[in-house]
């Protein structure tokens, strides 16, 4: 295993792990572009635009686009986050010129307006779809609870007022602004061919034209907000809760995830024994979103609607009680060996290290083999994970709710 | 290059499976015994259900925490789930964990504790997973139209029903699991990081004394079939519809799985294509092949919003029948690749191709090799796909519609 990176004039950023017995290789535009990047007027355009990039090029059209793929029999997607939009593909390593002859050309697509005025009806039925879905609702609504007036509150969707009104026009704007080479990473993993890697790049994005991108990474102020939201079609109570947490460029990251797998992992942790293991809730769970200049810990709750108020309890004494004594020797001991083993194992196929080795690059500008992760988390102590605890206050966090009952 | 497979069979009816792979660290298993719903007794629709999860508070010598702490104390990735006719343990860890997970794994399904007291949690957790579907509709309408397709009992949703739930009773569940979790009929499967005869000799030590039991196995009665509309006030109209494909093992299988990604195995194909690019009617269009060990399906899915309902349901009803005017030699060439590639890169993970063993020896009683698939795959030609299709053609459709108002089907009479 070798990791190797290059730089072109424009700023295009190239990195690789390279694996060359890996059956594979995978390959993926990060774009450090998102939701909390756009104009409130512009909500939904990150993805919008994360659509409009399959939808054809000066010289391939939609149609032309999908079927090179699949002839690749590449296993490929797309997806748009708060802070980044990532193209990325999987093939056999003999596809892999294709691939990024495919990858490198719809980086920089068209923007037909008949292609766009198509694709909106389709992104119109991706915001339906969300919402028959009460969790993803509730995300939603906790994210912008916790973070609004900061633009990560921001919805990544947007709603269908903004994308309806959206132009055409706007979406080139925000390309334009936000796609320069400076501001992409390519990223390689598996069987990659480094120097044809770099040499396709050359070939093709050498073109593009860099600008200055910016982004404001100062951290929203902690917010302790409390909202009910009623909806007598939702039939099971859903929770959240947010609170501050350690940044991704911060040094205690590797003690918040071990924190997060200790209060609220889905097997044998503190969330699990007090509601999923009696059953007051059906689903209990606390995540570390590691974000560009500030994080936050998200906790979410499912239970019926008479067993809410005191699943909402419970939890909150959780969260409250870790402050104590932090986590036990058994316990911080388990965690290192859950996230450890579900690490390796995601690991043994490239496309299990693609975005991993993105985002080391993308947020902190450098690689860590996996093997080196594994150690500096089996290093962290039960004191280190106590401190940032209670330097970041999990007792003191934004709640919102969204079901049947009218309180909580 | 050929895989290292072995197969044992021991005596009293549990198979044994390994593939040696080379590179990997981890070595994944996959469990199964003959306890799926389709055996849930009829008047304890959700058994099975029930059954898993309690099953898992509390094995032999450790109560439900020291279960938990043990497996995770052994980075083991644990998953079990309840299907039509097995219920299914996975577990994937380093390969030097898999002997003591295996050890765990063997008092779960042998000597669970089945205390009263998490009998009544174990069963309102499946009563709350059953009643979460209200809020998961796509899911829902997936999981009923399954259960609608297939011969009664057989595609049955695992959750059961309230009724069968409030039905159960701990000293009943008792005697499901003495009855079901047998060895007559389930197998291990180990892919990754193995050692072939350390593992014979670990489960004989484990499962040799397993007692045989015979249930008998359910009696398909004909399936509910025909047209459903569940009113829900929702967003979007969920659509499935399904209709009969070639069961694993027939001899239009392979020409099935290709006609499956002409008509939907990536953007390229006829639903997307047709559906969603040209026309932007839906997100979410997909058809899949599904399998049991008789009777297998095409289950096709769409989302749409409620003005483009009727439009959505004859596009996508359009394709499905279009698919058997035939096939080109390019949709074929694609296909091939597309299946290719997933097979090899199927083949770099030790759960996937652990899963794959067990399926395998499930539907067929022997193992198939890379080669044998690839080779398969090959030599399906647009007439094999045309003959597929006319002996399984694109009617009688089982269909199940959520959404506000019911969708018009006229165009199934066409």
């Known amino acids: ?408 | 290059m050929s895989e290292r497979f072995f197969v044992r069979e021991m005596a009293h009816g549990m198979t044994l499976l390994g593939q040696q792979m080379d590179q990997v660290s981890s070595a994944a298993m996959t469990l199964v015994v003959p306890a799926g719903c389709a055996h849930d007794p009829p008047d304890m629709a959700g058994a099975g259900s029930i059954a898993c999860e309690w099953c898992l508070r509390g094995a032999g010598e450790r109560t439900t925490r020291q279960l938990n702490d043990a497996l995770d104390a052994l980075g083991c990735q644990h998953h079990e789930s309840v299907r039509s006719e097995q219920v299914v343990f996975s577990a994937a860890q380093l390969g030097r964990n898999l002997a003591a997970v295996l050890e765990i794994v063997a008092d779960i399904l042998r000597r669970p504790r089945l205390e009263e007291e998490t009998f009544g949690p174990s069963r309102a957790l499946v009563e709350q997973d059953l009643a979460s579907l209200e809020d998961e509709p796509a899911r829902k309408c997936s999981l009923l139209l399954r259960e609608r397709f297939y011969p009664s009992p057989l595609g049955r949703c695992a959750y059961g029903t309230p009724e069968g739930l409030a039905a159960a009773t701990p000293q009943r569940l008792r005697e499901h699991v003495a009855e079901h979790f047998t060895p007559a009929g389930s197998i291990l499967a180990v892919a990754g990081n193995l050692d072939w005869p350390a593992l014979g000799d670990l489960a004989d030590r484990l499962f040799g004394d397993w007692p045989i039991r015979r249930p008998a196995a359910p009696v398909p009665q004909p399936p509910a079939a025909g047209v459903t509309h569940l009113p829900k006030d929702s967003a979007q109209v969920h659509i499935g519809l399904a209709h009969a494909a070639a069961p694993i093992g027939h001899e239009h299988y392979y020409a099935a799985r290709v006609a499956e990604m002409v008509l939907s195995g990536g953007a390229a194909a006829r639903l997307h294509t047709e559906v969603r690019e040209k026309r932007g009617l839906v997100y979410h269009v997909a058809s899949h092949y599904h399998s049991l060990k008789r009777h297998a399906g095409m289950f096709t899915y769409a989302g749409t919003r409620p003005d483009l309902a009727r439009q959505t349901f004859e596009m996508t009803v359009a394709e499905i029948r279009r698919l058997g005017e035939g096939v080109t030699d390019e949709e074929i060439v694609r296909a091939r690749t597309q299946l290719k590639a997933a097979l090899v890169m199927q083949g770099e993970s030790t759960s996937a191709r652990a899963n794959a063993l067990a399926s395998d020896f499930y539907h067929l009683g022997r193992l198939r090799g890379l080669d044998e698939l690839s080779g398969a795959v090959d030599s399906v030609t647009a007439e094999d796909v045309l003959d597929c299709l006319r002996a399984f053609p694109a009617q009688d459709f089982t269909v199940l519609v959520i959404g506000p108002e019911s969708v018009d089907m006229g165009v199934l009479e066409a």
């Not at chain 1, 000066?58 to 980044?84: K, M, P, Q």
């Not at chain 1, 004494?317 to 194992?345: C, Q």
């Open chain 1, 1 to 408: 295993m070798q990791f190797t990176h290059r730089k072109l004039d424009n700023g295009l950023t190239i990195v690789a792990e390279v694996r060359p017995t890996a059956a594979s290789m995978a390959a993926g535009f990060f774009v450090r572009s998102g939701s909390r990047d756009e104009p409130p007027e512009l909500a939904g355009v990150s993805h919008f635009l994360e659509h409009m990039t399959f939808k054809g090029t000066a010289r391939r059209t939609a149609l032309d686009v999908n079927r090179e793929f699949d002839e690749l029999g590449a296993n490929y997607n797309a997806f748009t986050s708060e802070e980044n939009t990532v193209y990325y593909g999987a093939v056999l390593p003999e596809f892999q010129d294709r691939l990024m002859d495919l990858l490198c050309d719809i980086l920089r697509p068209s923007l037909r307006q008949e292609d766009f005025d198509v694709e909106k009806g389709v992104i119109l039925d991706e915001i339906a779809r969300y919402e028959d879905m009460p969790r993803y609702r509730l995300y939603e609504l906790l994210m912008g609870e916790y973070f609004l007036p900061h633009s990560l509150g921001h919805s990544v969707l947007g709603t269908a007022e903004s994308v309806g009104a959206m132009r055409r026009d706007q979406m080139q704007a925000y390309f334009s602004r936000r796609y320069s080479p400076g501001n992409v990473t390519l990223v390689g993993v598996g069987n990659v061919d480094f120097d044809a890697l770099v040499g396709k790049a050359a070939e093709q994005c050498s073109g593009w034209q860099p600008c200055d991108v910016t982004r404001d990474t100062s951290p929203p102020p902690p917010a302790a907000r409390r909202k009910v939201h009623t909806d007598p079609n939702v039939a099971r109570e859903q929770i959240g809760l947010a609170s501050p947490a350690p940044s991704s460029q911060g040094d205690e990251r590797y003690a918040a995830t071990l924190a997060a797998t200790v209060l609220g992992d889905v097997t044998g942790s503190r969330l699990f024994y007090a509601l999923v293991d009696p059953a007051l809730a059906d689903e209990a769970s606390v995540v570390y979103d590691a974000l560009d200049g500030s994080g936050v810990f998200l906790t979410f709750i499912s239970a019926g609607p008479e067993q809410a108020s005191e699943a909402l309890r419970i939890a909150r004494r959780e969260l409250a009680g870790f402050l104590d004594d932090g986590p036990t020797d058994a316990e911080l001991l388990a965690a290192k060996n859950k996230i450890a083993s579900g690490a390796t194992l995601k690991g043994e196929v490239p496309m299990g290290r693609l975005t991993a080795v993105g985002y080391d690059w993308v947020y902190r500008g450098e690689y860590v083999p996996l093997a080196d992760q594994i150690e500096a988390l089996f290093a962290v102590t039960r004191q280190e994970v106590l401190e940032m605890a209670r330097r970041y206050d999990l007792s003191s966090a934004t709640v919102v709710a969204l079901g049947p009952l009218e309180q909580l």
